[in-house]
């Protein structure tokens, strides 16, 4: 999983088939083939935002409002998208402005598509280099194996609503992965994490891991590489950026409902079972607390036992977790999430028979599995609507919920176990240590 060089096959793969090769690759171009055709016609929306955020710099296609105002995209009388990013993402955005709009559709969904690509290759080789083969692989061979579970990340809930609307998400997660997998000779690690928190600040979240490492020299990377994105915004958009950093940041009600059912953090999951007012603030900051420190006291003991998609893979879920919104489809790091449960968290803390291994495993068949699905299809399936989602019924609201829920119980018992597991002997593993 090094990016010089993939961790060998098990031995036991065996010649890949033919027939099951070509079945694999009409699905995949289907699926993907698909989602680039939604993009271009019906999709598209969030990048809509994003162009014509970058468009309000030089006024491109007659953009003459703000930055920062709320109908930036006016949808109906009642309706509106603002574009909530730091002025350093209309930077970053800004070649979009002068080129046609489907232009940056179709190079904003291949990109993702190919991080899709990238990811799929990160797990195969992760779990070779651990002794675990992905089921059909010895039928497949590697790069059709690859090229499947592409189609399955895109497919699931979380990139396949993105692509649709052709979010950010995935060239956030790009920079983030590259800067925890590439050789830190010359430039320390810590640039591209900060890159990436000046375009969308929670992936910042992502300094705990160097923090943990007591990488100094890459958390004080990280530190002025963010601090430079900030200057730069204050350079470039001196009134966008004090607009931004003085009130925009602290409002919420910018990016959405809290309580709207594709709200995955814990203040959205918690409002979503009926939890309000005191007790809500009292109870969200201790579950973030306690998954904050949790996380932190697992990645030293992952670390050790050379678990580093386990350690990105909480990261991320804490990530998640602690912003005020996270809607299902910012949640691209599930697949990573899944390996680390499968390759990782099972064989090593639940693989004894019992109560602890049946209860943890339902908890992460439900999460994952659900979280796949989409949050957002279970309760538009149970509601019969696609209408007036932010006044749903409390059932379907509820149980949208549930996945999310099982998926954070089931992290606690990994957090827990990894914890109570942390001075076990280190036991052999296969290929070559993995560099995420």
């Known amino acids: 999983m090094s990016p010089a060089s993939a961790a060998p096959a098990p031995a036991s793969e065996t010649t890949p088939r033919r027939a099951w090769q070509v079945v694999a690759w009409i699905v995949v171009v289907a699926v993907l083939g698909g989602q680039l055709v939604h993009a271009l016609t019906v999709g598209g929306l969030d990048f809509t935002v994003y162009r014509a955020g970058a468009a309000t710099i030089f006024g491109n296609d007659g953009m003459d409002v703000d930055l920062y105002e709320r109908n930036l995209i006016q949808l109906t009388a009642d309706s509106y998208l603002p574009f909530t990013y730091p002025p350093f993402a209309a930077l970053v ?23 899709a690509w990238w990811i799929s290759t990160l ?51 790009l920079l983030v992965l590259w800067d925890l997998v590439r050789p830190a000779t010359r430039v320390p690690r810590g640039l591209f994490i900060g890159i990436a928190g000046g375009i969308k600040l929670t992936p910042l979240a992502f300094g705990l891991i160097l923090l943990m490492r007591k990488d100094v020299k890459g958390v004080i990377t990280l530190g002025i590489t963010f601090a430079a994105t900030v200057g730069l915004g204050f350079l470039l958009l001196p009134r966008q950026a004090v607009e931004f950093w003085t009130h925009a940041v602290s409002d919420p009600s910018r990016v959405g409902n809290i309580n709207y059912l594709d709200n995955i953090s814990i203040q959205g999951w918690l409002m979503h079972f009926g939890v309000t007012g005191d007790v809500l603030k009292v109870l969200m ?29 909480l990261t991320a879920f804490l990530m998640l977790q602690m912003s005020p919104i996270s809607w299902s489809h910012h949640n691209t790091w599930l697949p990573l999430i899944a390996a680390a449960v499968w390759v990782d968290a099972v064989p090593w803390l639940f693989s004894r028979p019992g109560p602890q291994r049946r ?14 699905i989409s949050p957002m299809w279970i309760g538009v399936a149970l509601y019969g609507s696609t209408e007036y989602l932010d006044y749903i019924d409390t059932v379907p609201l509820v149980v949208s919920a549930i996945p999310i829920l099982c998926l954070f119980l089931f992290v606690c018992l990994w957090l827990w176990a990894v914890w109570r597991h942390r001075n076990d002997a280190l036991a052999p593993t296969r290929g070559e240590p993995v560099a995420i």
């Open 285 to 313: 900051y201790v579950l973030i607390l306690v998954l904050l420190v949790g996380v932190a006291a697992a990645i030293p003991a992952l670390e050790r036992r050379g678990m580093r998609m386990s350690v990105v893979a």
């Open 123 to 173: 797990i195969v080789d992760y779990a070779n280099a651990r002794g675990r083969m992905l089921p059909l692989q010895d039928r497949l061979g590697r790069t059709t194996t690859i090229a499947l579970l592409t189609a399955l990340i895109c497919f699931s809930g979380p990139w396949r609503r993105g692509l649709g609307l052709v979010q950010i998400n995935p060239l956030i997660m």
């Open 93 to 115: 955005l800004l070649p979009f402005a002068f080129v046609p709009p489907q232009v940056g559709v179709a190079f904003m969904v291949l990109l993702s598509m190919a991080v």
């Open 359 to 372: 209860i943890a495993m339902v908890l992460a068949w439900v999460g994952l599995a659900g979280l796949y």
